[in-house]
């Protein structure tokens, strides 16, 4: 199975800030890779797909990059809504893997 | 407006079924591969199981083929997910999912414990 690294696992951030969330794939999944964003208590929420394709309705403040196995989900001008669990999941070879996550926290 | 709601989550013993459904609305059910992916509690999200449009392809993750079962009903726009020899490492919540490969909509989960 592919293997995805999230970096880091937790980030604390200020109001107004840009972050960067990588993730690593254990080996190259061209650009098949998504981003999503899980608020406390609440169901997922997909952000982009296809490494860099913003899902209907996404703010563009979120950014992804990469392809190959490095990809990077940036989040301009946070916000207190922002704070959440950041995923990202490869869906080139099934089965389909998330990363561990990454807590932001504003 | 896409709506997905799942069902069928309950407390189960360790070795025993339950059928978890999901219910779609919004969208035309016949046009799009669905997948189920759950949550334990406390942990990251893993990708369960997927089935083309026409149920004829399946997919499963590793440690749920021979166990686990998706299938869906067309006419009634209704995904399933049908759980045999649950143990206690299948406690989670079980989402439903629009699309194969960029997953656009989210149900609101299903949970599902299994304990003595």
């Known amino acids: 199975d592919i293997q995805m690294t999230q970096s880091p696992s937790s980030l604390s951030a200020s109001v107004g800030d840009r972050v960067t969330i990588t993730c690593r794939a254990s080996?190259?999944?061209?650009?098949?890779l998504a981003w999503f964003q899980q608020k406390p208590g609440k169901a997922p929420k997909s952000l982009i797909y296809?490494?860099?394709n913003l899902q209907n309705g996404v703010p563009s403040k979120f950014t992804g990059n990469g392809s190959g196995t490095d990809f990077s989900l940036t989040i301009s001008s946070l916000q207190p809504e922002d704070c959440a669990t950041y995923y990202c999941?490869?869906?080139?070879?099934?089965?389909?893997?998330f990363g561990q996550g990454t807590k932001l926290e504003i | 407006e896409v709506h997905l709601v799942e069902s069928g989550g309950d407390l189960v013993q360790p070795g025993g079924s339950l059928r978890l459904s999901c219910a779609a609305s919004?969208?035309?059910?016949?046009?799009?591969?669905m997948t189920w992916v759950r949550q334990a509690p406390g942990r990251g999200l893993e990708w369960v199981a997927n089935?083309?449009?026409?149920?004829?392809?399946?997919h499963y993750v590793d440690s749920v083929i021979g166990r686990f079962a998706i299938s869906r009903d067309n006419a009634k726009n209704s995904l399933y997910l049908q759980m045999n020899s649950l143990r206690g490492d299948d406690a989670a919540v079980y989402f439903c999912?629009?699309?194969?490969?960029?997953?656009?909509?989210w149900g609101q989960g299903t949970m599902v414990t299994v304990s003595s």
């Open positions: 999912l629009r699309g194969r490969h960029a997953l656009d909509f």
């Open positions: 919004g969208f035309t059910f016949s046009d799009f591969w």
């Open positions: 089935i083309k449009e026409d149920g004829s392809e399946k």
């Open positions: 080996q190259g999944i061209r650009r098949y």
């Open positions: 296809d490494a860099s």
């Open positions: 999941q490869q869906y080139d070879k099934s089965p389909y893997t």
